[in-house]
């Protein structure tokens, strides 16, 4: 190993020997004056350095074959000028912090214990877990006139963290009737017992398998929670969701669910002409299986719990609960009922979210007047 270290010395010194002379001939030959070794106008000294530097990259590539192939790791170098490999290497590492700087960094990994509810959050192309410190207090209890749509899903949610089979759940329906509300609910209800939310926006689909795999072996049971789910044409990543529901290679976990809300039942669009088998459908030859492939993707959830409009009655209950919870007194609820009807008429709903609406405005104005008496 030492005679082919010596070999090397001796073959660098002979090339840089070689580009001496020859930078001295092709001085002569332009017409330049060699002194001493040195030629007037820097020519011989530019050629000198040419030499010095691929020498240079000549002996870095000599140490480097050197450590793969397990030679000695102190090799001699032929250089007479080790500042400029200083210099260079100087500058590469200024380089890479440069890079470093520039580059995202690291995704965090989940802290499980700081929370029981989750955001999935993407930068540069990165995704990670984000806490939520403060979800949302709502509790079943809370919940008025969907007695049987919650019984149901704390059904299926119990056996669920009891570690029993469940379904996924899909739940449509009117505009503001509490589905998004019934899933915090539950996840106030048996966040003691083990129970995690993580919410994931439509967009972000995509990222389901990296986030099923986050959760793979944890003993925490996890719902992933995909609000106002609906797709237009076009978009794909209804697919990932699919897969995940029901149709990839690897096996579900046993400690994660998906509850989905829509306010369809079938989340892609469907049109009139694609129930007609015999009608030409943007040219495509069987468009009844396009109709299958939309249709399949609600059909993989288990559970469909269904919610309906309120009645008058029904939204009157909802509004006076959520008036008494903000301090609202029986006598200002007495004779707030043809506001509270006006109020609904005026957004064209009697749905939960509109009372709720409703009760905040009336407990605001029954603080303002209260403060504005002496």
């Not at 959050?121 to 806490?131: F, V």
């Not at 056996?159 to 469940?166: I, K, L």
């Not at 043809?338 to 609904?344: D, P, Q, V």
Request: proline residues 5%; contains cysteine.
């Amino acid at each position: 190993m030492k005679t082919g270290a010596t070999a090397g010395t001796g073959v660098a010194a002979g090339q840089t020997g070689h580009a001496w002379q020859g930078a001295q001939l092709a001085g002569a030959a332009a017409g330049g004056t060699v002194l001493d070794g040195k030629m007037l106008g820097g020519t011989l000294e530019q050629a000198l350095n040419r030499a010095t530097n691929k020498t240079a990259a000549t002996w870095i590539f000599r140490m480097a074959f050197a450590r793969v192939l397990g030679l000695p790791r102190s090799i001699p170098a032929t250089m007479n000028e080790s500042p400029s490999l200083e210099r260079l290497l100087a500058r590469a590492e200024a380089v890479l912090g440069r890079l470093e700087a520039v580059l995202p960094p690291p995704a965090p990994l989940p802290d499980w214990e700081s929370a029981v509810a989750f955001r999935w959050r993407k930068s540069n192309g990165r995704g990670w877990l984000q806490p939520v410190p403060h979800p949302h207090p709502i509790r079943l209890a809370d919940l008025e006139n969907i007695d049987d749509q919650k019984e149901r899903i704390a059904a299926n949610t119990r056996q669920f963290v009891a570690g029993q089979t469940a379904n996924n759940v899909l739940l449509t329906g009117a505009r503001g009737c509490g589905k998004s509300s019934l899933v915090k609910a539950v996840l106030n209800e048996y966040s003691a017992q083990g129970l995690r939310l993580i919410e994931v926006d439509k967009e972000d689909l995509v990222d389901l398998p990296d986030i099923v795999d986050q959760c793979y072996g944890r003993p925490e049971k996890f719902i992933i929670f995909c609000d106002d789910l609906s797709f237009e044409a076009g978009e794909t990543a209804y697919k990932a969701l699919k897969s995940v529901l029901d149709g990839s290679i690897a096996a579900p976990p046993d400690n994660l669910l998906i509850y989905a809300t829509s306010n369809r039942r079938h989340l892609m669009p469907e049109y009139f002409a694609e129930n007609l088998e015999a009608h030409r459908v943007n040219d495509e030859i069987h468009p009844g299986e396009t109709t299958e492939e939309k249709i399949s993707l609600s059909e993989r959830f288990g559970l469909w719990i269904s919610f309906y409009p309120f009645s008058q009655d029904d939204y009157l209950d909802i509004a006076w609960h959520w008036a008494r919870q903000l301090g609202v007194s029986e006598e200002v609820i007495a004779v707030s009922e043809r506001e509270a009807l006006n109020w609904a008429l005026g957004r064209g709903s009697r749905s939960g979210r509109v009372a709720w609406q409703f009760a905040r405005d009336l407990a605001g104005r029954q603080q303002t007047s209260a403060k504005e008496k002496p």
